[in-house]
């Protein structure tokens, strides 16, 4: 599985974003997708992930009611809608595609994305 995000940019608090990833190969619907932010000087954290068929959703509570995922198995693409945007959530955004069943760990995550920047102006 190849994976391609994109939709970062640089925008003010309170806007909103949409990241978007693109997988290419293996079934898509087969894989768990997740969203992971890395910060300057931090470690990747989990953000959010929705399973295979999209039917069940998980988010960090740091942007649980801001951010939605959402995913289209036909176009095979998953997406992260980001609303009411804090400085905190600036950060590189990766998307990650997992065995179904994967939750919040990294490890569980076999595919990556390049990564997307999101900055976040106060």
């Known amino acids: 599985v190849q994976l391609q995000a994109s939709g970062g940019g640089l925008v003010q608090a309170r806007d909103s974003l949409r990241l978007s990833c693109a997988a290419s190969?293996?079934?898509?619907?087969?894989?768990?997708m997740a969203w992971f932010r890395q910060a300057p000087g931090k470690e990747r954290e989990f953000v959010s992930a929705i399973s295979g068929s999209g039917a069940a959703t998980y988010y960090t509570d740091s942007v649980k009611g801001r951010f939605t995922i959402s995913r289209d198995n036909a176009k095979k693409t998953v997406s992260l809608q980001m609303n009411s945007l804090k400085p905190e959530d600036t950060a590189v955004y990766y998307c990650a595609a997992g065995p179904l069943g994967s939750s919040r760990y990294r490890s569980e995550y076999n595919y990556w994305g390049q990564g997307t920047q999101v900055t976040v102006s106060s």
């Open positions: 190969g293996r079934t898509f619907s087969g894989y768990t």
